[in-house]
């Protein structure tokens, strides 16, 4: 579709200039039903993010937010195939990493690990604190690529999860990092921490929120209100997130 389109071009990753342009590689993009306008701004800023690290260019954070269902954590294990892919620790691009990692001094916890790309949902990530694992936020410190799926989700009477992912996003700052919620930027602030809220969205960082519904839903809410439908059009097959 036209804005669709339109809005991967300005991601073209060849400098303008008078000469004809060699072949350029095919821009990945995550499939994705973009029937509604947000989603297909969510599509661009997957996009976006992975061209980015495909360049190594400076690491930054990518949040995606919204109601269960409407494609955030569908978009986000796309970026965490890829971001595998890109990961110069991936043993499959590098079988060395690096060449001298059993003798270089290291300030990590387990001092030789190589840089990971690592997927863990928030209830995951608070299991794992509250079974001892205190210092879970400086182990993911160096990986490549964190991704914590629905943050907001864990019980947290007692504030010690919010503190924890305060931890974890103090020493993840300028390292590739990628959350999912259902909450808002202002529920964030007020139910887990301010200072967590201001981080997602601090410089280069951003914040995408999908206004769509429950992807699962959309037929039911299409036999409800057949006059306001709207037409599904898509960048690719239609996916469920």
């Known amino acids: 579709m036209e804005h669709v389109s339109k809005t991967l071009r300005e991601l073209s ?13 095919p821009v990945w ?5 973009a029937y509604e306008p947000s989603l297909v701004l969510a599509l661009a800023a997957a996009t976006r993010f ?10 930054r954070w990518l949040t995606f937010a919204g109601v269960c269902g409407c494609g955030k954590t569908f978009l986000a294990l796309q970026i965490f195939a890829q971001a595998e892919h ?7 691009r590098n079988p060395i990493w690096p060449s001298d990692w059993a003798t270089s001094p290291r300030t990590s916890l387990d001092g030789f690990r190589r840089p990971r790309c690592v997927w863990m949902t928030a209830n995951q990530f608070a299991a794992r604190m509250r079974g001892g694992d ?57 139910q887990i921490d301010g200072r967590v809220a201001s981080r997602l969205i601090r410089d280069a ?14 037929p039911h809410r299409a036999k409800q209100h057949p006059a306001t439908s709207q037409s599904s059009t898509s960048t690719s097959a239609p996916e469920s997130p």
């Open 13 to 25: 990753l060849a400098h303008p200039n008078t000469e004809p342009a060699p072949a350029a590689s």
């Open 29 to 33: 993009q995550p499939r994705l039903d």
């Open 50 to 59: 992975v061209a980015d690290m495909a360049m190594a260019h400076e690491p």
């Open 86 to 92: 890109h990961n110069p620790g991936n043993p499959k």
């Open 134 to 190: 205190y210092q879970l936020p400086e182990y993911l410190a160096e990986d490549f690529l964190v991704a914590i799926d629905d943050i907001g989700a864990a019980r947290d009477t007692t504030n010690f999860i919010a503190d924890a992912l305060y931890r974890l996003c103090n020493v993840r700052l300028g390292r590739w990092t990628l959350f999912t919620t259902n909450l808002t930027l202002g529920d964030i602030e007020a």
């Open 205 to 218: 960082n951003s914040m995408v929120d999908i206004d769509a519904g429950d992807y699962a839903l959309r």
